[in-house]
Nanobody, 124 residues
């Protein structure tokens, strides 16, 4: 499995961005797909996850109501729509994949496959 994240950039507070993650490998539909972020000097933290069957979406408290995770199974891609961005959202954003049988899918340590990260910078 290989993951390629893109879509980051420099925006102003209140703006929107859409991150994309291209999944390469077999059986995209068998993976829970998550987004995590890491701000300078901080640990990597959970942002959003979409369960392998598309039936469940979870968000961190800090982004719920502003961010939306989705996927396109035909394109083997997962997206993170980020609206009403805040300076506190500034971070390197990573997409990650975990097998369908993984439990605790909000925990980064449970994701074995990671993309390279895309930088989001939100100015005030």
């Amino acid at each position: 499995v290989q993951l390629q994240a893109s879509g980051g950039g420099l925006v102003q507070a209140g703006d929107s961005l859409r991150l994309s993650c291209q999944f390469s490998g077999p059986n995209f539909g068998d993976y829970n797909m998550g987004w995590f972020r890491q701000a300078p000097g901080k640990e990597r933290e959970f942002v959003a996850v979409l369960s392998w069957n598309g039936g469940s979406r979870y968000y961190s408290d800090s982004v719920r109501g502003r961010f939306t995770i989705s996927r396109d199974k035909d394109k083997n891609s997962v997206f993170l729509q980020m609206d009403s961005l805040k300076p506190d959202d500034t971070a390197l954003y990573y997409c990650a994949a975990a097998d369908y049988f993984t439990v605790r899918i909000t925990t980064p340590e449970n994701f074995p496959y990671w993309g390279q990260g895309t930088l989001v910078t939100v100015s005030s």
